[in-house]
C-alpha cells in the first residue's frame, strides 16, 4: 500500500516526508487512515539515539484515526470503526497471563527497540525497496496510513472530533492513568506534580477528576503554569525561581501525600522524592536514556516512602481510553486545550516548537 511518512533517517536528523510502501495486514492486523499523530518526547529520544530504535523509521505512536481495512480474523473493529491506536504486549509472559499488560516482559523490544514485527518481519519500504524500520509502539503513525496488531486498536466514540483524539494513545493514557490506576488519591488528597507537559497537565486533570483538593504543579515555563492554572490547578511554583522542595512543603504544611516526576531528570526525581513526608509515594514517569543513574536518601526511603515506577498509566487501553473520553465529554478532563495542530509537512516546526516549551501537545494532521 502506498502511503507517505514522515521518515527519520540519522540520529538527531529531520523528519523527511517520504513516499513509502506499507505491507498489506496479515489476517490479526488493521489499517488505519490517520487523522491525528500526537508528538512525544519518546519518539525524539528514538531520534536522538537515547531510546532504542534503529533507524531509518518512521516514528509516532500517538495516532488516532478511521479504519481503512482489516485482516480476515479481526473480530474488534470493522471498515469506517474510528480508532485509537496504542502499544501491543506478548500475551504469552506470567505478567500479561494475570492481566498486567504494562509489565509484559517483552514490552520493550516489541514496542521500541526491533524496528519490526515481534517475529522480524519489516512493515514499510522506501521507494527504492529498502527497509524503513516501523511498527513503533505497533503503529508508526508518522503516516498517512499505519499498519497495527488489533490487540493495539482502541474502538473509540464517534462523537469526538478525530483530530484530538491521538495522544489518548499515550501522553494522556500515561499522566491519567498515573494518578487513577496507580497513586488512586482520595477525594481530600494532595498532590504534586513534576512536569506540565502533556502527561504531567493530564496528570493534574485526572487529580481533579479523582477529588484531589491540593493540586501543585512545577515547571520552569510560566505559560505552562498559567495554563495549569487556567485548567483547575490549586498552586504552581516556578522552579526556576524558586526551590520547590521549600515552595510545596510550605504550601502543604509538610509535604504532599504523592508527587508525580514526569521530566526524565535524576534531580527533579530527588525532589519530588525529598518533599514526601512518611507514607508518601512518588511515581515516576519520565523516560531517560538506559542506565542513568540517581542518588536518592535511602534514609527517607526507609522512613516509609515509596517510588513506584510506572509505564503508559498502569492503564488496559480498551477500558481506560474510553473512560476518559466519556470524561471528555461530560466537560471533566478538557484535555483539547493542552492541543495544538500543525500540518504534517510542518512536522519540524511542530518540534521545535514543542521542544522550545511554547507548546504542550503538538498534534499533526496527515
Known amino acids: 500500500m502506498h502511503t507517505r511518512a514522515a521518515v527519520v533517517r540519522e540520529r538527531g536528523g529531520p523528519f523527511l516526508l517520504e513516499d513509502v510502501e506499507l505491507v498489506e495486514p496479515r ?10 499523530a500526537g508528538i512525544c518526547h519518546t519518539d525524539l529520544g528514538a531520534r536522538a539515539g537515547y531510546v532504542p530504535m534503529p533507524l531509518p523509521a518512521v516514528l509516532g505512536h500517538e495516532g488516532a484515526g478511521i479504519v481503512e481495512a ?23 509472559c506470567p505478567a500479561c497471563r494475570a492481566g498486567d499488560l504494562t509489565r509484559c516482559e517483552a514490552f520493550f523490544p516489541i514496542n521500541i527497540a526491533n524496528g519490526s ?56 493514557l500515561t499522566g491519567a492513568g498515573a494518578v487513577m490506576n496507580t497513586l488512586t488519591p482520595r477525594p481530600g488528597s494532595s498532590i504534586a506534580i513534576f512536569g506540565a ?5 493530564s496528570a493534574m486533570l485526572a487529580a481533579l477528576v479523582c477529588g484531589c483538593t491540593t493540586v501543585i504543579v512545577v515547571d520552569l515555563v510560566q505559560g505552562r503554569l498559567d495554563k495549569a492554572l487556567e485548567l483547575g490547578a490549586t498552586h504552581v511554583v516556578n522552579a526556576a525561581q524558586e526551590d520547590p522542595v521549600a515552595a510545596i512543603r510550605a504550601i502543604t504544611g509538610g509535604g504532599p501525600e504523592f508527587t508525580l ?40 526511603l526507609m522512613n516509609a516512602r515509596t517510588v513506584k515506577g510506572i509505564i503508559e498509566g498502569d492503564a488496559v487501553p480498551d477500558l481506560f481510553i474510553p473512560r476518559l473520553l466519556d ?40
Open 27 to 36: 489476517d490479526d492486523e488493521v489499517v488505519v487512515r490517520i487523522a491525528s
Open 70 to 92: 482489516v485482516g480476515a480474523a479481526v473480530t474488534r473493529v470493522r471498515a469506517g470503526d474510528h480508532v485509537v491506536l496504542s502499544w501491543t504486549w506478548c500475551g504469552a
Open 117 to 172: 514485527r515481534p517475529d522480524g518481519s519489516p512493515t514499510i519500504r522506501d521507494a527504492a525497496g529498502d527497509v524503513i524500520n516501523g511498527h513503533w509502539f505497533a503503529q508508526s503513525s508518522f503516516a498517512e496510513l499505519a499498519l497495527a496488531p488489533q490487540r493495539s486498536v482502541v474502538k473509540v466514540r464517534d462523537d469526538v472530533p478525530l483530530d484530538i483524539l491521538g495522544p489518548l494513545g499515550c501522553g494522556i
Open 197 to 201: 507537559g502533556m502527561v504531567g497537565m
Open 261 to 300: 516526576e514526569c521530566v526524565g531528570s535524576p534531580a527533579v526525581l530527588r525532589q519530588a522524592v525529598d518533599v514526601l513526608p512518611r507514607r508518601g509515594v512518588c511515581g515516576l514517569l519520565g523516560v531517560t536514556a538506559p542506565g542513568t543513574p540517581v542518588t536518592l536518601d535511602m534514609d527517607l
Open 327 to 366: 470524561l471528555f465529554v461530560q466537560g471533566r478532563f478538557p484535555y483539547d486545550r493542552l492541543i495544538e495542530h500543525f500540518p504534517f509537512d510542518a512536522i519540524n516546526d511542530a518540534i521545535a516548537a514543542m521542544e522550545q516549551g511554547r507548546v504542550i501537545k503538538p498534534v499533526l494532521r496527515p
